[in-house]
């Protein structure tokens, strides 16, 4: 059977998801941009389909009224975001998987902080040794 594997930072929490998740989903909401970064992407699966190996260190903070958000309390990865009241469904940050779910759309679009134009910046593959400490912003 074809598996996706998760894992917090410091590995003290690990999971499988197995069978079908949603298209991801990038978020843009405030509560995201704090606890993520200027956006979040998330997955969503059927609790049935989400099986933890190890969550010792799993802490859920509630962010607001209905929601939730799950966190590892040692080294403080944002894994998982789940309404309060229901234990159907639960959130994954997609960024937190070992592999690429494709992306679908954007939420809370409104609050998008910065005109990100990811096909104008410049990439590197892997790090870019010092090469962006030159640009320095200037807070207006
Ligand atoms: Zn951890």
């Not at 998330?42 to 958000?69: A, I, M, P």
């Not at 992306?103 to 962006?132: C, D, E, M, R």
Request: glycine fraction near 4%.
């Amino acid at each position: 059977m074809k598996k996706i594997k998760g894992s917090c930072l410091c590995k003290k929490i690990t999971f499988e998801i197995k069978n079908e998740c949603r298209y991801s989903v990038f978020c843009h909401c405030q509560m995201c941009q704090a606890s993520n970064a200027e956006f979040s992407s998330y997955t969503k699966v059927k609790k049935e389909n989400l099986n933890f190996k190890s969550k010792k260190t799993l802490k859920w903070f509630v962010s607001s009224k209905h929601y939730k958000r799950g966190f590892c309390s040692i080294c403080g990865s944002s894994l998982f975001f789940q309404k309060k009241s229901s234990d159907d469904y639960i959130s994954i940050s997609t960024g937190t998987l070992n592999k690429n779910i494709p992306s679908i759309g954007h939420i809370f679009y409104k609050y998008k902080k910065s005109k990100i134009n990811f096909s104008k910046l410049k990439k590197f593959p892997q790090s870019a040794q010092g090469y962006f400490d030159k640009f320095i912003y200037r807070i207006k």
